[in-house]
């Protein structure tokens, strides 16, 4: 079955904790992007790859860090997790640009 | 700063009834618009893509583009209580060494049996 896998789909966490969310597509899309979504302030990009060691910064980048080492995985690092990123989170995968992105089922991130 | 927006709701209408869902962007940049559903809790979902002017159907759903007025409108027809969902507008502003889509903050709608 085509589909994006994030892990954990759940996470309570303490500030200046590191901690990474993974992300999985099984699609062999070259484009993926992480996304955090808030009430009242929608999706918001976070980062984004383009390919294979290619990653570039979204709107929201700040606090966060992600690699892209291979197609499949784009990982979601965060350093030192501060309560202001308790957010959802979605990484989505596409096959190109102007095509439909594909979404992971989310991952809620709690810091406290 | 490329912007989409779009009336937050909530929207209701009864079952049956056409649901409008309407969206605007600042930049003429983009040249693709999708419209995602997402239930609560949910991951969104694509319902529809546009890149042209006029109109576009699947179904029971038709997208609008009317790139001189910077609007996106998509219309449920025959709306069902399964209708009931948050709708995402995004623009496609990726070109070049980017690749961006700005959503919408997305409209509530309920669909009221």
């Known amino acids: 079955e085509a589909q994006v896998t994030q892990n954990p789909r759940y996470l309570i966490t303490v500030t200046g904790k590191k901690l990474t969310v993974t992300c999985s597509q099984n699609m062999n899309h070259e484009y993926m992007s992480w996304y955090r979504q808030d009430p009242g302030l929608g999706l918001r990009q976070i980062y984004y790859?383009?390919?294979?060691?290619?990653?570039d910064k979204g709107d929201v980048p700040e606090g966060y860090k992600v690699s892209r080492k291979e197609k499949r995985n784009f990982p979601l690092i965060l350093e030192s997790p501060s309560p202001n990123q308790t957010s959802l989170y979605f990484c989505?995968?596409?096959?190109?640009?102007?095509?439909?992105?594909?979404f992971g089922p989310g991952t809620r991130l709690t810091v406290t | 700063q490329k912007e989409v927006e779009q009336n937050s709701g909530p929207l209701s209408v009864p079952e049956g009834a056409i649901a409008s869902l309407n969206c605007t962007y600042s930049?003429?940049?983009?040249?693709?618009f999708f419209w995602y559903r997402q239930y609560s809790g949910k991951s969104p979902e694509l319902i529809m893509f546009i890149y042209s002017n006029g109109d576009k159907e699947d179904g029971r759903f038709t997208a609008q583009l009317n790139k001189a007025s910077q609007y996106v409108s998509l219309l449920i027809r025959d709306s069902q209580p399964s209708d009931s969902a948050t709708y995402l507008c995004?623009?496609?502003?990726?070109?070049?060494?980017?690749?961006?889509?700005?959503f919408g903050k997305g409209t509530l709608l309920t669909v009221n049996p």
């Open positions: 995004a623009g496609d502003y990726s070109g070049g060494s980017n690749y961006k889509l700005t």
């Open positions: 989505a995968s596409s096959p190109g640009l102007a095509n439909e992105q594909y």
């Open positions: 790859s383009m390919n294979v060691e290619v990653t």
């Open positions: 930049d003429r940049g983009s040249q693709s």
